[in-house]
């Protein structure tokens, strides 16, 4: 027999349905502000689930916390008697849903002079179990494992009726996935309550297979229609699948022609007349500005004043081909030609920069677009390119070049990548890394390593994103890897030669309602090419191309690029001073630090981000744990220490730019023993293979401060 008859049910359902605000419109009563809701006994459906179900809230941190409400912030919300009874059968109604038919609810109230503090305490009961789901009338078209293996309710879960339609609607997307868009679930249900058992039955009608018989376009102005054709994977003559409507709807607006799409099926109703059918798709377009100007400036520690600007030409010349022109520029104000001293200022972080390599950042690009090439699924594009870059400590990179690249989508989310690039230009590292790698140690021998150099590489990359936001994802995963060549068989110098391969995966998932666990492992690999000098073989690589770590991004117990083999070398500083109004010449000595790379990466990341709800979720604390490892198998004096692991807290603060993230973290490790160096003349002189600075309690702390997530 049916434990609870169809019209009770419906009466309750429409109880718990009906909106705050209606009820709370009819009557405005002010009663005492809520300071606390708490749910007791509950297991089977959270807290957050019961909290949104019901009409009575409570009032936000600022108004109800004892210490601060003072203030007259924060708000307030107050206590319905009318709508508290009701919450009641609210919870009641949501637990029937859910299966349990003998649950009970009962309330705590504790009154104060103008406040209240609500229990809900309930006791679930055991729930009605699901013995049997049958399916019936899908067989030719899908497996029925198959099937019901996608299903939300499985047998032996607890009898949930709001599963039991998202089960249904499982079966209706499934079947419009495979041509049948106007398939019928007549569901059937029985529940007997003193065995608390529940069966299910779906009788599903597919309906007529359907083709697209055509597709329709309109609200096109200047685009051409056949760009539009080429953007879409729904075609005459093809079977109609759901997912192809949401498939070229998504690429419709990657094209950045329009400010609004809808791709959706004129048919509403299904044909009789024969088994198969002939389906309509309308296609409705808004187009949007052919030009777009983008301007940009900001702050980083490391960057110092930065400034950006893109100016895009959409749909340049038809055929749905675009132009960009992009600028930007960073080290403003700390660098040569642009140098005010912020270096020993704001941009504090500069002034252990390398004097040499000091200078204003930029980068200027010319890309031109093609969406289209051989197929619909493939594009092109050349990109002409000039720069100046400075990696922190390590290296600055000037050079003029371009890349031609061709992008194939095997699959909607997984775009494949071939480039071809080549560039002229010199790369400048600190000569001690040359005289560790390659026991270069003469300025006049070193010179060859920083000539212009023509340097041509060859990648292949693949890329699958399925997150749910980039800026800010709490779901979904990311995958990427890149395979790098450089020979003289295709243009390189034959000092720039070498393969390199990286893989990276992260993955998001919720652990509550608003909490977020995020995972990151990331591995590299370089295979250095022999260099023959006659004398010896030397296996070198570009310090451009080699792996560094430790900074805001990648294990944040270390500092920008400190992570991995470095080196250290005494530099003496000539300084003037005035003294009684003369000016007295000043030696000082200072030990610098630079990284040097390798050709081995391993990194882990592990965070964790639980918002407050006292500042409705716009800020959230983080905890997280950062592993990783840079070394050489190239060089006995230069391999790197082992896995280091460094753990910290941070917040992180909402904004339209991506979350403002403050972050500190904890390095339990001594400092990492390196060659010192120091200058005579123009040469550098060997004083010990086992130079370890001391390290302050405060110096094992690490404060990073940025913008966007970590990964």
């Not at 924060?74 to 003998?102: N, T």
């Not at 290296?395 to 071939?418: I, K």
């Not at 010896?536 to 570009?542: A, C, E, I, M, T």
């Not at 050489?632 to 993230?661: K, N, Q, Y």
Request: with cysteine; net charge positive.
């Amino acid at each position: 027999m049916r434990s609870i008859g169809v019209g009770c049910l419906l009466a309750l359902l429409t109880l718990a349905a009906l909106p705050q605000g209606l009820t709370g419109q009819a009557r405005d009563v002010r009663g005492p502000v809520v300071r606390g809701l708490a749910f007791d006994g509950n297991k089977s459906i959270d807290d957050n689930i019961l909290a949104i179900s019901i009409a009575t809230s409570v009032s936000t941190f600022f108004a109800r916390s004892a210490l601060v409400r003072w203030i007259g912030i924060g708000e307030r919300r107050y206590f319905d008697e009318v709508e508290f009874q009701r919450d009641v059968l609210r919870i009641l109604a949501l637990y029937r849903q859910s299966g349990f038919a003998d649950a009970m609810v009962d309330t705590v109230v504790r009154r104060f002079d103008d406040a209240v503090k609500v229990r809900f305490v309930i006791t679930e009961g055991e729930p009605i179990r699901l013995a049997a789901f049958t399916v019936r009338g899908h067989e030719d078209i899908i497996a029925t494992p198959e099937l019901m293996s996608t299903f939300p309710l499985r047998v032996d879960d607890p009898f949930n009726r709001v599963l039991m339609l998202a089960s249904a609607d499982t079966v209706r997307l499934r079947l419009a996935n495979r041509g049948y868009p106007f398939a019928e679930v007549f569901r059937n249900f029985d529940v007997d309550l003193e065995s608390r058992t529940g069966t299910i039955e779906f009788e599903v009608d597919p309906g007529p297979k359907t083709t697209v018989e055509r597709v329709e376009i309109g609200g096109l102005r200047d685009v051409d229609e056949q760009v539009v054709r080429r953007s879409v994977s729904v075609e005459p003559g093809k079977l109609f699948r759901l997912r192809d409507l949401y498939q070229s709807q998504l690429d419709l607006y990657r094209t950045d022609l329009f400010n609004y799409v809808s791709v959706s099926l004129v048919d509403t109703a299904r044909s009789q007349s024969a088994p198969d059918s002939l389906v309509t798709v309308r296609i409705r377009l808004a187009e949007g500005p052919r030009q777009r100007l983008r301007l940009g400036a900001g702050y980083g520690t490391i960057d110092c004043f930065r400034t950006l600007g893109s100016w895009t030409l959409l749909d340049f010349l038809g055929n749905g081909r675009s132009v960009q022109l992009r600028g930007q520029a960073s080290q403003i104000g700390a660098g040569t030609p642009l140098d005010a001293g912020f270096q020993r200022s704001v941009c504090g972080a500069l002034v252990d920069e390398d004097t040499s390599r000091l200078k204003l950042n930029y980068n200027l690009t010319a890309t031109w677009h093609e969406p289209y090439v051989f197929s619909r699924t493939t594009s092109a594009s050349l990109t002409l390119y000039g720069e100046r870059y400075t990696e922190y400590r390590a290296y600055l990179r000037e050079a003029v070049g371009g890349e031609v690249s061709v992008t194939n989508h095997p699959y909607p989310r997984l775009p494949v990548t071939l480039s071809y690039g080549l560039s002229y230009g010199s790369t400048r590292a600190d000569p001690a890394a040359l005289c560790t790698f390659l026991n270069v140690c003469r300025s006049e021998d070193t010179r060859v390593f920083t000539e212009d150099r023509l340097r041509a590489t060859l990648s292949l990359s693949a890329v699958r994103d399925v997150r749910n936001s980039v800026l800010n994802p709490t779901g979904g995963s990311w995958l990427g890897s890149e395979i790098r060549w450089a020979s003289p068989v295709i243009g390189s110098d034959s000092l720039v030669r070498f393969a390199k391969g990286t893989l990276e995966f992260s993955v998001y998932g919720r652990t509550g309602r608003q909490s977020v666990l995020s995972l990151r492992a990331k591995i590299g690999r370089i295979l250095p090419s022999t260099l023959g000098t006659g004398a010896q073989d030397l296996r070198f690589v570009p310090p451009e191309e080699r792996f560094y770590a430790g900074g805001a991004s990648t294990v944040r117990g270390y500092g920008q690029n400190e992570l991995g083999p470095k080196v250290r070398v005494l530099d003496i500083i000539v300084r003037t001073e005035d003294r009684n109004g003369q000016a007295v010449q000043v030696e000082d000595s200072v030990i610098r630090t630079s990284p040097i790379g390798g050709n081995e990466l391993i990194l882990l990341n592990v965070e964790y981000r639980v918002p407050l709800a006292a500042f409705s979720n716009r800020l959230a604390a983080a905890v997280f744990v950062d592993a990783g490892r840079v070394a050489d198998r190239t060089s006995e004096v230069a391999r790197g220490s082992g896995l280091r692991i460094t753990p910290g807290i941070g917040m992180r603060l909402a904004s339209p730019l991506g979350p403002i993230r403050l972050d500190v973290a904890f390095n339990p490790y001594p400092v990492d023993k390196t060659l010192l160096y120091k200058k005579e003349g123009s040469d550098l002189v060997l004083v010990t293979e086992a130079y370890q600075p001391t390290r302050s309690f405060l110096g094992r702390w690490r404060l990073h401060f940025s913008v966007g997530q970590p990964f």
